[in-house]
Structures are given as C-alpha cells and as structure tokens.
C-alpha cells in the first residue's frame, strides 16, 4: 500500500542532508533568476521542459501540478511524455535537446558527484557555461521541490497513516510538514488557479518564474544560512558541480 501511495519516493533522508542542499539551492537563487529574466535566461518552453523532466524521476504531486499547468501554459506539448519517461534516453527522444538529457541525469544523481560534473561539462559545450549553469540552477530548483513536497507527503499520508517511509526519520518529516507546510499549501491552491489560465505569453511565464522564485526564497534563505553555520558538523557528501563550474562564461553567454 505505501508504494501505490508513494511513500518509496525520494525524501530527506536526515536533517544533515537536508540542510546541505539548502546550501545548494540558497546560493544558486541568483542563477534561478538568471534562468527566467537574465543574460542567461532559458526560453520558457525548455525552461519547463526541464522542470517536468527532473520531476520525472522522483514525481511530487505539488510539482506535477504546477509545473505541469506551466509547462502547458507555456506551450509544451511534450510535458504528459516527459513526466512519464523512464530514462534520459527516453527524455532526449521525446524532446531532443541537451538540457533535457542533463536534467534526467542531474535528478538521478542528486546532483552530486562525478556524473554530474561530467554531465555539466557536456552540456557546457553544447550550450556555453552561462546557459548551462542556468540549467544546472533549474534542476536545484526543481530538486528541492520534489524532495519536499515528498517529504511532506510522507509525513501526511504515511507516517500519520501508520505507514511510515522504511528509514524515513520522523524528525525529519514533522519538521518539513511544519516548516513547509504553509508554503506547500500555497502551491496546491496555486495548481487549481492555474487550469484555468490558457497559454500566455514568454514574458509571462518568465515573470511568474522570478515570482516563484521570490516565494521560495523566504523559506530557503534561513535554511541555507543556517546549513552554512552547521556546514563543519556535517557528514561527508559527495560534491556538487564546483562552485567555479557555475561562473558565467562571457564569452560564452554572449
């Protein structure tokens, strides 16, 4: 019963980790902005092409909502296909486009270690270092989402059902439903709001970006901040994509 209901699903495994990828996500805020309104900015088709395509390995249900009426407003027809796909392979024949391959392997490796970083630096050379390092701040975004709004759901509709997450850590997912909870409630009213809307405009979409982005940040920023405090009491995790990785190329992005 908990697999049909999701409880097998990627959540933070322990308070560490989950204050580690807010370090993660809290410094790429400015790069999120860059992806929507920027010198780097993706177009919001593939912009939500990549958000669908993260969500496709680890699928949160506040997420699918969402980015799927955004990705619909913003003209993406491929978004039922991409959410579907079982592998970057598939995501690539579905929507043929680098950022797309780079986003299935990114979720599917938590966007740490040495497959990530070699992933980047493919991308890199097909989109220059600006643009990618705008797709690597997308999946972030998109991460950490997913992993929350599952976290969320675990707590909810396992624990509290008396199916708990095998391993899942009670803390973990009280404090997120707390902390959370507010947040991810916003975004299951926002998802119904959303049907109603037909497809808008690029500066549209990329507006509403930079909207989500400010909301988010409110929740992010403390945890981040406080992940950087606590940064020496942590576990050893693999390393995310180097921060000098992330520099714009001028040449590049122009």
């Known amino acids: 019963m908990a697999e049909k209901m999701g409880f097998r699903k990627k959540v933070w495994p322990s308070l560490c980790r989950c204050l580690a990828d807010h370090v993660e996500v809290a410094r790429r805020i400015p790069k999120i902005l860059d992806a929507y309104v920027g010198p780097n900015a993706i177009k919001p088709q593939l912009n939500e092409a990549i958000m669908v395509t993260v969500n496709s390995v680890n699928d949160c249900p506040y997420c699918t909502g969402l980015h799927g009426e955004l990705a619909r407003m913003a ?4 978004a039922p296909e991409l959410m579907k796909a079982k592998s970057a392979k598939q995501c690539r024949k579905i929507l043929d486009s680098p950022a797309i391959s780079f986003a299935r392997s990114f979720t599917e490796n938590d966007g740490r270690g040495e497959k990530c970083v070699a992933a980047f630096e493919e991308l890199s050379e097909e ?19 997913s992993i929350n709004g599952n976290t969320i759901n675990s707590f909810l509709l396992g624990r509290l059902c008396c199916a708990p997450k095998q391993c899942g850590s009670v803390i973990v997912e ?81």
């Open 75 to 78: 003209g993406v027809q491929e």
């Open 127 to 145: 989109m220059g270092r600006g643009p990618a390092s705008s797709v690597v701040a997308l999946c972030w975004f998109l991460l950490w989402g």
């Open 174 to 254: 009280l404090f997120t439903f707390v902390y959370y909870g507010p947040l991810f409630l916003l975004i299951a009213i926002v998802n119904k709001l959303l049907t109603i809307f037909p497809q808008v405009p690029e500066w549209f979409s990329a507006a509403f970006g930079v909207l989500l982005t400010f909301i988010a940040a409110v929740w992010i920023l403390p945890l981040g901040l406080i992940g950087c405090m606590t940064k020496p009491c942590h576990p050893e995790y693999a390393e995310p994509i180097e921060e000098y990785l992330m520099e714009d190329d001028d040449n590049d992005a122009s």
